[in-house]
T-cell receptor, first 119, second 112 residues
Framework: GAGVSQSPSNKVTEKGKDVELRCDPISGHTALYWYRQSLGQGLEFLIYFQGNSAPDKSGLPSDRFSAERTGGSVSTLTIQRTQQEDSAVYLC?????????????????FGPGTRLTVL | LAKTTQPISMDSYEGQEVNITCSHNNIATNDYITWYQQFPSQGPRFIIQGYKTKVTNEVASLFIPADRKSSTLSLPRVSLSDTAVYYCLVGDPNFGNEKLTFGTGTRLTIIP
């Protein structure tokens, strides 16, 4: 079946502009994660949505970053007033379930990512 | 087909060293090995990353043999707060990869 999709695949923007990155999770997956990826840091967790619960925003690096998930499906990550240090690959992942009651989580499936370049 | 294989769960007492091994027989030349820690209701967080031999940081050590088909995360002197799920992830950090997945990880329980 269809996997996680992200758009755009590449985005080049000028410093100070706002950008929106989109993620379409696998149908039926209740958990959705956003990560930022760079060499030496692995996947940097940004934000996590579980169904209709309030998201865990603890990984967002600054107040310029925000994300929403409409109708429990599609998610948009918005970066305002982009800076050059925001350049990275932004990955979205989804899983059928998330951690419940301290048990292990379900497999996360990743999208192909959006490569963001801020000039 | 799973890219990595880890034990489902492990128990250890406080103060001991814990070693969690991950198998990744199909690792590619450009792949790095990264370990993450996840607490309940939170997203996974980066612990350590390596390509070969040994890497050490303030949290853990990562041992990678020459053939790179496995790796071992070593946590020194664990405490109760180290109780979490630990994931081994293999991939090329220079590209998003639709085949990149977190498996079910290793649930580590620290016993007082």
């Amino acid at each position: 079946g269809a996997g996680v999709s992200q758009s755009p695949s590449n985005k080049v923007t000028e410093k100070g502009k706002d950008v929106e990155l989109r993620c379409d999770p696998i149908s039926g997956h209740t958990a959705l994660y956003w990560y930022r990826q760079s060499l030496g840091q692995g996947l940097e967790f940004l934000i996590y949505f579980q169904g209709n619960s309030a998201p865990d925003k603890s990984g967002l690096p600054s107040d310029r970053f925000s994300a929403e998930r409409t109708g429990g499906s599609v998610s948009t990550l918005t970066i305002q007033r982009t800076q050059q240090e925001d350049s990275a690959v932004y990955l979205c992942a989804s899983s059928l379930f998330a951690i419940v009651g301290g048990g292990s989580t379900d497999t996360q499936y990743f999208g192909p990512g959006t490569r963001l370049t801020v000039l | 087909l799973a890219k990595t294989t880890q034990p489902i769960s492990m128990d250890s007492y406080e103060g001991q060293e814990v070693n969690i091994t991950c198998s990744h027989n199909n690792i590619a030349t450009n792949d790095y090995i990264t370990w993450y820690q996840q607490f309940p209701s939170q997203g996974p967080r980066f612990i350590i990353q390596g390509y070969k031999t040994k890497v050490t940081n303030e949290v853990a050590s990562l041992f990678i043999p020459a053939d790179r088909k496995s790796s071992t995360l070593s946590l020194p002197r664990v405490s109760l707060s180290d109780t979490a799920v630990y994931y081994c992830l293999v991939g090329d950090p220079n590209f998003g990869n639709e085949k990149l997945t977190f498996g079910t990880g290793t649930r580590l329980t620290i016993i007082p």
